[in-house]
């Protein structure tokens, strides 16, 4: 009877330290956000296999000729469901958030501005060239955090591979060298239903780096 008296308390109190998010990120980059305890982290070789990330060899042939690269990636999903034939499905049914830190090289670094950022994830601005229907939902939210400035930003989206909805959030270094992003959302229809849960998300975006 004491034994089964012990493992309820305990049980009651591990249920008790229980959290309905994980934290996502990387110290060595300095960003973090959440996402539900229910969604899904892709491990680096999924990362890879998706081509969302790039071998090291990559990074460091694309910083000696000088050009950019992503520093890190990471995504979060509501369910498997988000890969299809060996791709991210960013325009399905199930949610999603992805995040990046980008290494700029010199010529990206003198012609990077706050509209820029915009593009970190999604070709917004090819896009709207090429004709497609982009439309940017509310008004941008500018961010000053220490040296760190950004934007946040929504849009809606008519493309090829289907509608698509999604909230970005990004931060720039003052030497403009280095940014910090993410991205939630899914089809247009999954957006809207669960815009609540992605606003946590973003709303949850952390960098601590200094920014100078």
Same mark, same amino acid.
């Given at each position: %009877?004491?034994?089964?008296?012990?493992?309820?308390i305990?049980?009651w109190?591990?249920?008790?330290?229980?959290?309905?998010?994980?934290?996502?990120?990387? =110290?060595?980059?300095?960003?973090?956000?959440?996402?539900?305890?229910?969604? !899904?982290?892709?491990?680096?070789?999924?990362l890879?296999?998706?081509? $969302? @990330?790039?071998?090291?060899?990559?990074?460091?042939?694309?910083?000696?000729?000088?050009?950019?690269?992503?520093?890190?990636?990471? %995504? @979060?999903?509501?369910?498997?469901?988000?890969?299809?034939?060996?791709?991210?499905?960013?325009?399905?049914?199930?949610?999603?958030?992805?995040?990046?830190?980008?290494?700029?090289?010199?010529?990206?670094?003198?012609? %990077?501005?706050?509209?820029?950022?915009?593009?970190?994830?999604?070709? /917004? !601005?090819? +896009?709207?060239?090429?004709?497609?229907?982009?439309?940017?939902?509310?008004?941008? %939210?500018?961010?000053?955090?220490? @040296? $760190?400035?950004? &934007?946040?930003?929504?849009?809606?989206?008519?493309?090829?591979?289907?509608?698509?909805?999604?909230?970005?959030?990004?931060? /720039?270094?003052?030497?403009?060298?280095?940014? +910090?992003?993410?991205?939630?959302?899914? &089809?247009? =229809?999954?957006?809207?239903a669960?815009?609540?849960?992605?606003?946590?998300?973003?709303?949850?975006?952390?960098?601590? =780096?200094?920014?100078?």
């Open positions: %009877m004491a034994a089964a008296a012990l493992s309820a305990l049980a109190l591990l249920a008790g330290c229980s959290t309905s998010v994980d934290y996502v990120g990387t =110290a060595s980059q300095g960003v973090f956000f959440k996402v539900p305890n229910t969604w !899904d982290v892709f491990d680096g070789a999924t890879k296999r998706l081509g $969302l @990330a790039v071998a090291a060899t990559a990074n460091a042939q694309a910083a000696a000729s000088g050009t950019s690269y992503p520093v890190y990636v990471t %995504m @979060a999903v509501a369910g498997r469901g988000v890969i299809v034939k060996g791709s991210p499905n960013f325009f399905g049914p199930q949610p999603w958030a992805l995040a990046n830190v980008v290494s700029f090289g010199a010529s990206d670094q003198v012609g %990077m501005s706050l509209v820029g950022l915009n593009d970190l994830l999604f070709p /917004i !601005d090819q +896009w709207q060239q090429d004709g497609l229907s982009v439309r940017q939902i509310g008004n941008t %939210m500018l961010i000053v955090r220490g @040296a $760190l400035r950004g &934007s946040r930003v929504t849009f809606e989206a008519q493309t090829p591979s289907g509608t698509l909805g999604f909230e970005q959030v990004a931060l /720039i270094n003052s030497p403009t060298n280095k940014a +910090w992003d993410l991205a939630v959302g899914c &089809s247009l =229809a999954c957006f809207q669960h815009r609540r849960v992605l606003d946590g998300i973003v709303k949850s975006f952390t960098v601590t =780096a200094r920014g100078t």
